[in-house]
Structure formats: structure tokens, C-alpha cells
């Protein structure tokens, strides 16, 4: 029945794709496509929908989809399959990038990451992105990718393989003492002529033969903790893909739908179901750090799949970007917010512009307009608009850890960086350590034991920080004022799901949130609550918060805590905060908050209200500057100053 190149044993979701594939050569037995359906068909040729999902047109290929097995494989009257009502693009990459887990200096120095195609720039500052040769733009903050995509659409993804074609093409990582600042970069590439002559990029001779191969990397080299294996992709899991040659394998008998370096290869997947899914490379399946060291380097992201309809907007935004969509005050002095705003012709808060592309890839956002959604509860408020935040525990993580006898001493080993949400980890080791070394943001902190003091912003700033450090290694200034540290921020009463994933490679966890819960069953009243929920490496869960999200059913302001329950997890920096603020947050410096060691403190970005609920008030004290000398004296006063701006003068 099946084609001669197709392995036999598949999923029901694969069957359906080889159906609508067609053989390619045809034999005995061997079934034709569906009616009208296509496995090449360009979106770009018929119309495509609109925005989230509004106004969306049938692709011009016809019927695309999985359908009824039974209806297609039995032969019945009906044959009818789903259509893809809309087409989302996405034009991604793969790319080498070191990135830093938190604010004490632990590392990731052969980082691998999927971002935007428009998110990277080359490393010597031209304009061609060549594998090995490119870099995060320096005011993106290494973050797993999200794609979004309504249920009913269809997503194509068109990504390129820019990684180092072998591991010694990977720019080398700086020796990077404690607390010293890394080095600009330089504005030529040393390894420019080996690449180009590798990859044969311009310039390239191959006249002589086949290019040698890089010398090898020396044993003690960072470069060796990434895979050998070059080649990349983007397997889905659990979502359906359209056609075999999207599900970025090497599998059996089938062609590899896999990406070389330089290669670029395109995916197509319907979103028929409502959920997160973790995606992945289906080049690096064994080998490693928990049998998968690009899990373990950080190459994975998440589909989320919207309600029919929605509409998506981002969630965090800088004081500029909020700034340029405003287009005047309320009688409250409140932001009239145009949530359609564009500079240079880029959407500012909208994640799709107008022609249906990706143009924003953030962990968190705002979801409007939604249709009924089929993971809410009707204790959850969240039908139409709701806040979405993404969570994706990840272990076996590659880092350089802050203090070296964090990574020598057998005695420290539970307390050090090695979990992680998000790329963010912030340990109870360096916090500690750096304490009794009167170094960092705690170091005037005698008194400082326990918990109170572990994980709490009040002494330590906020959990998996990124700052700019000076010549002597002290902290200036926080990076990334949109999305700074592993706190995710909401308004109190917003309605909130969280979409939490596990990247593996290797452990279960537990997902454990204080303060708020979710119903086990959604949509069922009867339902028992839950506030933690065991995941384990590949899955996906979203909690659709009871209450009206924000504060819970109290309304409380400041933070909510949510970390893996298992100790030494959540010990290892697998943990971060829900933020409640209860007054309109624009971004600006005078609602910084105080930091021991940072002079402006930290930032809180702009945080985008929900469209069609009523706006948080403006605050209504005066402005007041958080520098270290304020909090210094405040703790000379006892006058403990709570992460909301909230002083306790009791």
C-alpha cells in the first residue's frame, strides 16, 4: 500500500501526510493524493488571511489536512478533509550564540538558539549571513522562540542552517573572568576566509579539490560541547505537519528533510488543535548531555496554537515602543494605545505584519479577539482576551559556572547553575557566595540567610538578571529594559495563561506556582484545582488560570513564585516570578525598581495593556528615582521596600 521509500511504521498524523503527499513514483497498491491537495504549493500563490486569523481565505491548493481516518482510508462517501482557513509565515534561522544565565556571570558559551531571520546580523557587519558568521542583534535578549498561529491556519516555516559548519568554525568564546565585562566584538571575523572557503561562500576556490577540513578542536576547547552534528531543522512535536518532507527528520527510508549549514529548507504544519508544542532539531538525537547536547546548548522554541480568530499582540515592550504607539492621554492621564501602530513600516506591538509574516518572536503576549477558546474554564475570565506567559524548563544545561569552585567543589554541586527557565538560571550558590564575599547587589547584607534571602529581589534584584559590567567587573546598568530578567509581568485581574513546556534532555520536573491555581479538567466546575503539574522532557501544558488571573480571587499585588518542586531543581535556578502590578507600567526610569548594586536600578518594562478591559491606574505618588544610595539609606532605616514599589512602613 504505501510507496517503496516510506517506512511502514507510522503515526496516524504521518499516515495522513504521505497521503497527501502522493509516492512521488507511483507502484501497485499505492494511493494518489487527496483531492486537490498539495505538498509544494507555494501560500504566496492564492490569497492568505488576514492578521490572527481575521478575514483568512482557503489556500489555493485546495483541502489540506488530516480529516477522519476512517472517511479516508476506508474508502466512504465522505472524503472531505480540513482546509487551512489562513497561512502564518515564519522565516527563521539556527545560529551559534553564547548567552548568560543571570547576573553573576554563569555563561553558556557554545549557545545554540533558533531566532527570527531578521533578528541577526553578521558578526564582521555586512549584510550576508553566512553559517558560523552571525549574531543575535545586540538589543535581542537570548530567549527560545515562539511562533503563534491560530487554530484552523496553517504555518509555513522557511529556515536556514546557520550554524558553524564544524564545531571549530565556532567563533572561540572569550576567557572571561568573574565579573569582567566581555569584549566588544571585533569588526572583522578572524575566521571570515575559513568559512567563506568552507561553506564556499565569495571568494571560495575549490579548484584544487575538496577544502580541507578545519584543524580539530583542542580537548579542553568549550567548542567540544557542541555536536558534532552539523546538520539542523524544525521538527514539531505533536503538531501536523502537511506534507513528509516537513517533519525535519532523517528517519528510515524517507528522504532527509533535514538543513546543512547554508541549506534552507521549508516546513509546513496545520494548527488543527489548540495547545503548545515544543520544537526541536531532528538532526541531534542521541549524543551528549542527556543524549541530546543541542537540547542541552539551547536549540528549541515552541508553537503556540491561538483561538480560532485571535488576534496577537506583545506583552513587554521598552518606554520607546510603547511610547511611539501612543497617540495621547485620558482624562485619567492614562496612554491611548494604538495597538495597529508601525515605525519604518514595522508593526510596534502587533506580532504579524501585513502580510501574515512573523515579526516578533516573544515569550510572552497578548492574546485578543479570540473566539471560544477550548482551554479555558469559566472560572478562568478569559474568554476574548487573555495574557499569555511561556515557560520552558530546560536541563543538562551547558554553562561556566560564576565561581569555579561551584564547578570543582563536590560539596557546592547541588547549589550550582544547571536548570533553567527560558535561558535564565539563577542558583542559590552564586547568590550565596557572592554574599559572603561582600561582592554584588547583596553585600551589605549581614543578616541574609534562608529563603527570605535566596529568593527574594529585595537583596538579590530579580531572578536571572542580565547586566553590563565595567572594568572592574561591577554591574552599571541592566540589558534588555523589555525583557530583563526572568519575571513575567501582568496586571492585577488580567486573565492569564501559561503555557509551559520541557525541553528535556533529561529530567522530569514539577511545575509548581504559588499563590494562583488551574483547574485539572478545563471546563468542568467539578474539576479538582491544581497549582503543580508533573512534566517531563518533550511535553506541554497550558494552565488557564482561575479567577481572573492576576492576584487570584484576593487581588494581590507584587509576586507570585512558580519553580520546579523538586529541592535540588529549583535550587539549581529552575525558578522565576509572576509580577501583579496594580498601576499603569509605561517603562519610563521613575518606576525602576531598587537594586543594591545597579545605581538606576532595575527596569520594569512598558507592559502592554489588554485591549477591551478596563487600563490600570496611572501611579499616583510622586516619581521616585531607585538608585543604590535610596536603597542603602532605606535599609539603614528599616524600611523594607517590596519588588512593586510597595514601602512596608510597619
Not at 623 to 642: D, E, F, K, L
Request: with cysteine.
Amino acid at each position: 500500500m504505501f510507496c517503496n521509500k516510506r517506512t511502514a511504521e507510522l503515526t496516524a498524523a504521518a499516515l495522513v501526510a504521505v497521503w497527501a503527499a502522493g509516492c512521488g513514483e507511483s507502484g501497485e497498491g499505492q494511493p494518489g493524493p487527496l483531492p486537490g491537495a498539495t505538498s509544494r504549493t507555494d501560500p504566496d500563490d492564492g490569497d492568505t488571511g488576514a492578521g490572527g486569523g481575521a478575514a483568512s481565505a482557503q489556500h489555493a491548493g485546495g483541502p489540506i489536512g488530516n480529516g477522519s481516518l476512517t472517511d479516508i482510508f476506508s474508502g466512504g462517501a465522505s472524503r472531505a478533509v480540513r482546509t487551512c482557513r489562513g497561512w502564518v509565515k515564519a522565516n527563521i534561522v539556527a545560529l551559534d550564540q553564547p548567552f548568560t544565565y543571570n547576573r553573576f556571570g554563569a555563561f553558556n558559551p557554545v549557545g545554540m538558539v533558533y531566532a527570527l531571520r531578521r533578528d541577526v546580523e553578521s558578526l564582521d557587519g555586512g549584510g550576508n549571513l553566512r553559517p558560523g558568521n552571525v549574531r543575535l542583534r545586540e538589543d535581542e535578549r537570548p530567549r527560545p522562540l515562539v511562533l503563534r498561529v491560530n487554530k484552523g491556519d496553517c504555518l509555513e516555516v522557511r529556515f536556514t542552517n546557520l550554524l558553524a559548519p564544524d564545531r571549530a568554525l565556532i567563533p572561540e568564546p572569550p576567557d572571561v573572568p568573574f565579573h569582567a565585562p566581555l569584549p566588544p566584538p571585533e569588526p572583522v571575523d578572524p575566521l571570515d576566509e575559513l568559512v567563506e572557503a568552507w561553506t564556499g561562500g565569495p571568494g571560495a576556490s575549490h579548484a584544487d579539490g575538496p577544502v580541507a577540513p578545519p584543524p580539530p578542536v583542542p580537548a579542553s576547547d568549550f567548542r567540544n560541547d557542541s555536536p558534532a552534528t552539523r546538520a539542523a531543522s524544525v521538527h514539531v512535536i505533536g503538531l501536523q505537519y502537511l506534507d513528509i518532507d516537513s517533519d525535519g527528520a532523517n528517519v528510515g527510508k524517507n528522504d532527509s528533510s533535514l538543513a546543512d549549514p547554508g541549506e534552507t529548507r521549508t516546513y509546513r504544519f496545520l494548527a488543527d488543535e489548540e495547545g503548545t508544542f515544543l520544537f526541536l532539531s531532528g538532526a541531534h538525537l542521541a549524543g551528549g548531555e542527556g543524549d541530546n547536547q543541542a537540547l542541552a546548548n539551547g536549540l528549541f522554541g515552541a508553537v503556540h496554537v491561538e483561538p480560532e480568530g485571535a488576534v496577537w499582540y506583545r506583552s513587554q515592550v521598552t518606554a520607546r515602543e510603547l511610547k511611539r504607539a501612543t497617540r495621547g492621554r485620558n482624562a485619567d492621564g492614562t496612554p491611548r494605545i494604538d495597538f495597529d501602530a508601525e515605525h519604518d513600516g514595522e508593526p510596534l506591538l502587533r506580532i504579524l505584519d501585513d502580510d501574515n509574516e512573523i515579526v516578533h518572536g516573544d515569550l510572552n503576549a497578548v492574546i485578543a479577539r479570540a473566539g471560544a477558546t477550548e482551554l479555558t474554564t469559566p472560572t478562568a475570565e478569559a474568554e476574548g482576551v487573555f495574557r499569555e506567559f511561556t515557560a520552558i524548563f530546560h536541563d543538562e544545561i551547558q554553562v561556566v559556572q560564576a565561581f569555579p569552585e561551584l564547578a570543582d567543589d563536590p560539596t557546592l554541586e547541588s547549589l550550582r547553575d544547571a536548570f533553567a527557565i527560558n535561558y535564565g538560571a539563577d542558583a542559590f550558590g552564586p547568590r550565596l557566595l557572592a554574599n559572603r564575599r561582600r561582592i554584588g547587589p547583596s553585600k551589605e547584607c549581614v543578616e541574609c540567610t534562608y529563603e527570605e534571602f535566596f529568593l527574594s529581589s529585595w537583596p538579590n534584584g530579580d531572578p536571572a538578571l542580565n547586566v553590563e559590567k565595567d572594568e572592574k567587573g561591577k554591574a552599571r546598568r541592566a540589558l534588555f529594559p523589555d525583557d530583563p530578567s526572568n519575571v513575567h509581568h501582568a496586571y492585577l485581574g488580567d486573565p492569564v495563561f501559561i503555557r509551559n513546556l520541557h525541553a528535556g534532555p533529561k529530567e522530569t520536573h514539577v511545575f509548581h506556582l504559588h499563590a494562583h491555581q488551574w483547574l485539572h479538567s478545563p471546563r468542568d466546575d467539578d474539576s479538582s484545582y491544581f497549582d503543580s503539574e508533573s512534566i517531563s522532557p518533550g511535553s506541554a501544558f497550558t494552565y488557564a488560570i482561575n479567577f481572573g488571573g492576576g492576584g487570584n480571587r484576593n487581588f494581590t499585588v507584587g509576586d507570585a513564585i512558580f519553580h520546579c518542586h523538586l529541592y535540588p531543581h529549583f535550587a539549581g535556578g529552575m525558578w522565576a516570578l509572576w509580577r501583579n502590578h496594580d498601576t499603569f507600567e509605561a517603562g519610563t526610569e521613575d518606576r525602576n525598581l531598587p537594586d543594591g548594586e545597579l545605581e538606576d536600578g532595575t527596569p520594569t518594562p512598558a507592559l502592554v495593556p489588554l485591549p477591551g478591559r478596563p487600563m490600570p491606574p496611572m501611579p499616583t505618588y510622586e516619581p521616585t528615582h531607585a538608585s543604590a544610595q535610596t536603597t542603602m539609606a532605606m535599609r539603614s532605616r528599616a524600611v523594607p521596600v517590596r519588588p512593586c514599589g510597595i514601602i512596608d512602613l510597619r
